[in-house]
């Protein structure tokens, strides 16, 4: 998995130089790589992913591992205590998912795509696609929790996080058809299904340039 050091020299001020902490990197915790510019690698392992796959979990590593200082981010809510945004969302079975949240935020004039975090989504091997997209992309790779965004406007009625049912069909966002089956989880609305949980969002609730409303998710699923 590819990380941009600048992000960790962020997180972690008295890193060592990226040389230097791939090679702790690699004898102390998992197999790492240099690569040119700001991009590093790292073979995180698959019981390591939670804890790991992200900027946060490789500098938190590399803090214990060196005793260096990590200064975690700020996650300062930007919510009143009762947001006006709230979606109605419907569990069929938690242990399919124990947790879904959501919420609705309106978009005002969009500008670019601030040019450091482009760099960053850039040095991770990622393309950049819009504003929207982008930041989904960026806190990912920051703290490890995927997330998605769907067009407000075009949801009908309340979110269901549900299986799916036999001979059920979803295009996915790049252009995929599929047919599921009920060993696949959900996010529909009252409608149909917009996204194969925890895998690619549908095209039929897309965010687009026209896009006034966003629906932003985050959830976690069934780990087995």
């Known amino acids: 998995m590819k990380f941009s050091y600048n992000s960790i020299k962020r997180l972690v001020p008295d890193v060592d130089s990226k040389t230097k902490m791939v090679e702790e990197l690699t004898m102390r915790a998992y197999e790492s790589e240099d690569i040119v510019g700001n991009t590093f690698d790292s073979e995180i392992p698959h019981n390591r992913y939670a804890d790991s796959a992200s900027h946060l979990g490789v500098a938190r590593e590399y803090s214990i591992i060196t005793g260096k200082k990590l200064s975690e981010p700020k996650m300062a809510s930007v919510f009143p205590s009762r947001p006006k945004g709230l979606v109605d969302i419907k569990i069929v079975d938690k242990d399919d998912c124990p947790r879904y949240g959501a919420c609705v935020f309106e978009l005002g004039e969009r500008d670019k795509t601030p040019s450091w975090m482009v760099q960053i989504l850039t040095d991770c091997g990622l393309r950049p696609i819009n504003p929207i997209v982008d930041v989904l992309n960026y ?13 407000a406007d ?10 799916a049912k036999a001979g059920e ?26 996204a194969i949980a925890g895998i690619k969002g549908g095209k039929s609730a897309e965010v687009s340039s026209e896009t006034k409303r966003i629906v932003v998710e985050s959830a976690n699923f069934d780990q087995v």
């Open 139 to 151: 806190v990912m790779l920051e703290i490890g929790q995927p997330m998605h965004a769907f067009d």
């Open 154 to 163: 075009k949801l009908k009625g309340a979110i269901q996080v549900r299986r």
């Open 169 to 194: 069909k979803i295009t996915t966002i790049d252009e995929q058809d599929f047919k599921l089956t009920k060993d696949d989880i959900v996010i529909a609305d009252s409608k149909q299904a917009q």
